[in-house]
T-cell receptor, first 111, second 115 residues
Framework: ELKVEQNPLFLSMQEGKNYTIYCNYSTTSDRLYWYRQDPGKSLESLFVLLSNGAVKQEGRLMASLDTKARLSTLHITAAVHDLSATYFCAGDGAGSYQLTFGKGTKLSVIP | GAGVSQSPRYKVAKRGQDVALRCDPISGHVSLFWYQQALGQGPEFLTYFQNEAQLDKSGLPSDRFFAERPEGSVSTLKIQRTQQEDSAVYLC?????????????FGPGTRLTVL
């Protein structure tokens, strides 16, 4: 059974700073996903990582995947207030379609 | 463009009532998923359809929960004899099963409150 752990669960950072959110998963996962959720809203897909060494970037966010370490990271560069949200990582296991989510990282960017 | 839609957006039920939650997936998406998200938690898988076939219902918490997708498009999640612990946001997601990335697109959710 796939388990996904994120840390930290809460992150308060100043604008302009860099930080990384970590996502560990327990068993093989074909794909690794990152989602963003604003309060009271649904999940917005940010990245889908398909293979070892995959790196994807969008604006101030960059996601990477190390399948050997079963670790994905979401790096935030020069944070701005608009990035304040909860970020979830999720895996779909091996040969499965259902997503198993971490508990989420609630990010607050302080001016 | 049309995304995944869900209705109602909010539902208040008295304990013991039956509720029905509707999901309209993105047109052409073969796969449909239901997830339950408790307050402050990540979504948890409930059930999965490919077209009209329910291929996995391992996440349904009890036999009070029932889902269907009779024509392979719209899906309904029904909860019978609701209990307070059923209070959560119910999210529907769809994906184009043929895609390599299995990217799932989520609807806005239905927030169910059981009094």
């Amino acid at each position: 059974e796939l388990k996904v752990e994120q840390n930290p669960l809460f992150l308060s950072m100043q604008e302009g700073k860099n930080y990384t959110i970590y996502c560990n998963y327990s068993t093989t996962s074909d794909r690794l996903y990152w989602y963003r959720q604003d309060p009271g809203k649904s999940l917005e897909s940010l990245f889908v990582l398909l293979s070892n060494g995959a790196v994807k970037q969008e604006g101030r966010l960059m996601a990477s995947l190390d399948t050997k370490a079963r670790l994905s990271t979401l790096h935030i560069t020069a944070a701005v207030h608009d990035l304040s949200a909860t970020y979830f990582c999720a895996g779909d296991g091996a040969g499965s379609y259902q997503l198993t989510f971490g508990k989420g990282t609630k990010l607050s960017v302080i001016p | 463009g049309a995304g995944v839609s869900q209705s109602p957006r909010y539902k208040v039920a008295k304990r013991g009532q039956d509720v029905a939650l509707r999901c309209d997936p993105i047109s052409g998406h073969v796969s449909l998923f239901w997830y339950q998200q408790a307050l402050g938690q990540g979504p948890e898988f409930l059930t999965y359809f490919q077209n009209e076939a329910q291929l996995d219902k391992s996440g349904l918490p009890s036999d009070r929960f029932f889902a269907e997708r009779p024509e392979g498009s719209v899906s309904t999640l029904k909860i019978q004899r609701t209990q307070q612990e059923d209070s959560a946001v119910y999210l529907c997601a769809s994906s184009f099963a043929g895609g390599l990335d299995n990217e799932q697109f989520f609807g806005p959710g239905t927030r169910l409150t059981v009094l």
